[in-house]
């Protein structure tokens, strides 16, 4: 039973209570249950036309003489429900108002940060990169200027890596502010995560050969793996990727895998590196939190920017351990 | 004539009943007519049950009061609960602390003429409403 018929049955009980006995109490849970219809809104018209049929049928089966006494009677027990129910839905109008003002105080309150956050980004990027990028011009005439000093070349050379470093930083936050903000729709494509993950060895390359890494891939099919994707995406796998060769020993082996998962393809990492904690596993997907790396360079929110990205595209990322010492960074993105 | 008067304590539902039972029989020799008792018997409900849910008992006093060239009723629903810590906020319209759709008291100002509280953390609440002929 619905819970519209369920209440209209309930009320023509109290009716026949009340005609029967003229019961108070009958009343009573009249005016109780006619919160019940506001609250299941449930409008007056239907009420009342319960109340009509059910008087009918009482009428119907009342000797003539005594009709006109329960037709009078019944005013009473359909006035408290129309009572009851207007300073109920009275009520329920000042409250719905006084949330639909509250949430709406609220929305507005966040789109102000959010605004000021946007603009205080821009004008920090804007405002340091161009002192910086004096740094990098003047450390780099200093390197050239300075013939055979080696120390104060290497000084200088210092300075520019570190600017550098900065201007980095600078950028990944603006484009953690610009993932957070939303992708928009066009920016969406069909790509192909295997020539994705071609493109990232291609541009890792030099690291690569650098750290001594050896690359396994492990591909479940040689066919395409389509899904909808962005830039955006496309730097997640880059960001994972660079992560666990960066975090490994040098010249260990990092093992690719692209699996089929229902309505997902499964892509994942696997380092022989020291691991991560499982209290750190959902932990470093937040802002400025690293894994303990002295002497590892980074914002502390690639990690961040990499799991909105990934969530922005329907997809899932996560940590598990390798069971041959290590981690293995999953990646799920629904198949295109 | 003397004026009738009728004093229930509450302290469960079938003293909310037998309040709303004292306020019609009152209200109807007062010479209300039936939409009016409806009135004054849903702002007895609300009284009581707003004893019932927030100071756990209390009483109710039904009178018919006489005041220059008016004729009417008189309900006092007085408890020793904890009091309204925000009278201002418990007057507002869409306010309720006790969960769910519930008169309380806006709605019940609106049924009666006249509408006083008294109410001092700790010690109680004191509601009268009255209603003219």
Redesign the interface.
């Known amino acids: 039973m619905t819970h519209e018929s369920e209440l209209r049955e309930k009320y023509s009980e109290l009716l026949r209570g009340f005609l029967e006995s003229r019961d108070?109490?009958c009343?009573?849970d009249i005016?109780n249950i006619s919160?019940e219809f506001?609250?299941a809104n449930i409008g007056p018209d239907y009420i009342l036309e319960a109340h009509l049929n059910t008087l009918n049928e009482i009428i119907s089966e009342t000797p003539v003489d005594k009709a006109v006494q329960v037709y009078n009677n019944a005013?009473?027990p359909i006035?408290?429900l129309m009572?009851?129910y207007a300073?109920?839905y009275?009520?329920?109008i000042?409250?719905?108002?006084?949330?639909y003002l509250r949430e709406k105080r609220l929305a507005d309150e966040l789109n102000d940060a959010n605004r000021n956050q946007e603009m205080f980004i821009s004008i920090m990027s804007h405002d340091i990169r161009n002192p910086l990028s004096a740094v990098v011009g003047y450390s780099g005439l200093i390197q050239k200027r300075s013939k055979d000093n080696e120390k104060i070349k290497r000084f200088a050379e210092k300075i520019e890596k570190t600017a550098m470093e900065i201007d980095r930083m600078i950028e990944s936050i603006r484009t953690y502010s610009r993932v957070k903000k939303g992708i928009s729709e066009e920016d969406f494509d069909e790509i192909d995560l295997k020539t994705t993950l071609s493109e990232i060895f291609e541009f890792l390359d030099e690291k690569i050969q650098v750290h001594g890494t050896k690359i396994e891939k492990r591909y479940r099919t040689d066919g395409e793996y389509m899904v909808l994707g962005t830039e955006f995406l496309k730097n997640a796998y880059l960001n994972i990727i660079d992560n666990a060769i960066k975090y490994s020993p040098k010249n260990s082996m990092i093992s690719i895998t692209l699996d089929d998962a229902e309505t997902d393809w499964k892509f994942g990492v696997a380092d022989h590196g020291d691991g991560i904690s499982n209290e750190m596993k959902e932990a470093v997907f937040e802002r400025f939190t690293r894994n303990d790396k002295r002497g590892i360079k980074g914002s502390g929110i690639g990690l961040a920017i990499t799991k909105h990205a990934i969530e922005s595209h329907g997809g899932k990322v996560w940590i598990a351990d390798n069971p041959g010492g290590g981690c293995i960074f999953y990646i799920t993105v629904p198949k295109a | 004539m003397s004026n009738s008067e009728e004093t229930i304590p509450i302290k469960d539902e079938y003293d909310i009943v037998a309040a709303r039972s004292a306020g019609k029989t009152i209200s109807s020799k007062c010479g209300f007519g039936l939409v009016d008792q409806t009135r004054i018997s849903t702002a007895i409900s609300e009284l009581a049950r707003n004893i019932l849910v927030y100071a756990v008992t209390g009483t109710v006093y039904i009178r018919e009061v006489d005041a220059t060239g008016k004729h009417g009723i008189e309900v006092v629903a007085e408890d020793h609960g904890p009091g309204i810590v925000n009278l201002d906020l418990a007057m507002t319209d869409g306010h309720t602390t006790g969960g769910g759709l519930g008169a309380g008291l806006p709605g019940t100002k609106r049924l009666m003429d006249e509408f006083e509280i008294v109410t001092a953390v700790g010690e109680g609440t004191t509601v009268t409403v009255r209603k003219w002929v």
């Not at chain 1, 000042?94 to 949330?99: L, N, Q």
Request: proline share 0%; aromatic share 12%; charged share 40%.
């Open positions: 108070e109490r009343l009573y005016e919160k506001v609250r005013s009473e006035f408290n009572v009851a300073t109920a009275h009520d329920y000042a409250m719905t108002e006084e949330r």
